[in-house]
DNA sequence: GCAGAACTCCACCACGTGGTGGAACTTGAA
DNA sequence: TTCAAGTTCCACCACGTGGTGGAGTTCTGC
């Protein structure tokens, strides 16, 4: 059923994930198919094969990236806690992997310049996930009446991701300042009135 | 006084602002100088002869940009109004200048990678205005008794610095999403106690 | 075991990279 | 007016860039 053959396939993988590497440490446009393709042990050649351009590789890392943050599983009912645990237990993966969050707010920073190659892709992933938020914050707030906050959930909403993308920027410039995972937590129960 | 000749530092000063432009769109890595010195309208040899290295033009376009937010002159008595209010003027200046926010937010996020030429200023100038931040809200909650927040004056500082440049982030991804300066008005106010 | 698809590398292309050296020109104070 | 300091550009360097074409090898379904 997959494409191509299981050595191909292998390749292609280290090869996505060295490149994620090479853009957290230099950006989309400072990192080389060479110096990737190296580190993955292939010729940039063969790197090209598999990807076609370097657009593709990104696009490629950021896709490998997102699946890893998908539960394998729903549960069968979804509430505000299920939400709140799942994000919280990215916040928390995220930082053990901060290769990969160096990655993602280099790419996002790179993406606020119209022409970036990733800035659809990324506009997209950021609204899915704004989306998802302020619908929670919206059914909580039915639920519960008495809240003061005057945002709109979509405000809410994108206040929360910008304000989770920009503890991270603040993390990996100040390192063990800051508890991220638990100040996102904190900030997720707030905004969806937990507790 | 002032070293070198006018026609000289005419020219850093267009090489600085290039610099800064092509930072912003391509991060420090994916900028080269020859494309810097050519939108400044100079050879990119003249450009090394003023700044001798890429780093070293780096730093100047910090510099230059920390420069235009500082005020000319400081009142007699410093409070939380006066340092709210100019957060706030900086946070409506930017608004109107995303090409240096989109600077500053690119260099940033770079700069979480250890080997950054950037970074050490970077951590000083966020350091900087956390320890700014972090004074106010201890001076405002000895006066202001009744606060109920349960980060240190250190960490919550941090958060509303983060918290600032991810929306300034989410707001080059998203434009017209979201009304930033009152977004950080409203945080800083917040932070302060004050109203 | 075979055929054909998939894979990998080598050689090459045109061009861009940061940086150097030096020669010619411009500036401004004495 | 003089003249050193400052400024600018041209030519060059070694190397890195993304991308192409093709030849040789390896894999897999039949």
Redesign the interface.
């Known amino acids: 059923m997959p494409e191509g053959y299981a050595t191909g396939r292998a390749t292609k993988q280290s090869i996505v994930e060295s490149a994620a590497a090479a853009f957290?440490?230099?950006?989309?446009?400072?990192?080389s198919l060479r110096s990737i393709a190296r580190e993955a042990g292939v010729d940039h050649s063969t790197l090209l094969h598999h990807f076609g351009n370097k657009t593709a590789l990104l696009l490629a890392v950021i896709e490998w990236h997102d699946s890893r943050s998908m539960p394998e599983e729903l549960p069968e009912t979804i509430d505000a806690e299920y939400i709140a645990d799942g994000f919280a237990a990215t916040a928390a993966r995220n930082a053990e992997t901060p290769g990969l969050v160096?990655l993602l707010?280099?790419l996002?920073?790179?993406?606020?310049?119209e022409?970036h190659p990733a800035?659809e892709t990324?506009?997209r992933r950021?609204?899915l996930v704004t989306a998802l938020i302020a619908w929670t914050i919206r059914t909580q707030r039915a639920e519960h009446e008495g809240h003061d906050d005057d945002l709109s959930p979509e405000?809410r909403a994108?206040?929360v991701?910008?304000?989770?993308?920009?503890?991270q920027?603040?993390d990996?410039?100040?390192p063990g300042?800051?508890d991220v995972p638990a100040?996102v937590r904190a900030m997720l129960r707030d905004a969806f009135l937990l507790d």
């Open positions: 957290a440490q230099k950006g989309f446009y400072g990192a160096q707010s280099v996002t920073a790179e993406a606020g310049a022409n800035r990324l506009q950021h609204g405000d994108a206040v991701v910008a304000s989770w993308e920009g503890l920027v603040y990996a410039l100040h300042q800051l100040l």
